[in-house]
């Protein structure tokens, strides 16, 4: 079965950092494009940043808002996914879900992924 279980979210002040989690259990990990993505209150779900399966290359790609301050990062020995945010802004207030899926398909867009977790919220506030 699989699973998927972020961590690590919580309230920062604008400028600051934060490292998200994702805790993945029940597939192969390589077999799997992962992703991020963030839903704020009254909005459609986004893709943040995605790596395709081994299979596809593991490409890494970035939405344009946080290029250059978001960095996703895989470890295969811990089975975990995580996303490092820098240089926070108040806009990237938001729940943020990873996901997992065997689909090939654009890795920013919600179709690719058939396995979601629960979400970390993150707040940039002063």
């Known amino acids: 079965q699989v699973q998927l279980v972020e961590s690590g979210g919580g309230l920062v002040q604008p400028g600051g950092s934060l490292r998200l989690s994702c805790s993945a259990s029940g597939f192969t990990f390589d077999d799997y494009a992962m992703g991020w993505f963030r839903q704020a209150p009254g909005k459609e779900r986004e893709g943040v940043a995605g790596?395709?399966?081994?299979?596809?290359?593991?490409?890494?790609t970035y939405a344009d808002s946080v290029k250059g301050r978001f960095t996703l990062s895989k470890d295969n020995a811990k089975n975990t996914l995580y996303l490092q945010m820098n240089s926070l802004k108040p806009e990237d207030t938001a729940m943020y879900y990873c996901?997992?899926?065997?689909?090939?398909?654009?890795?920013?867009?919600?179709?690719?992924?058939?396995?979601w977790g629960q979400g970390t919220q993150v707040t940039v506030s002063s």
């Open positions: 790596i395709s399966s081994i299979g596809s290359g593991g490409f890494t």
């Open positions: 996901a997992a899926g065997r689909h090939v398909g654009p890795p920013l867009w919600t179709s690719t992924y058939e396995y």
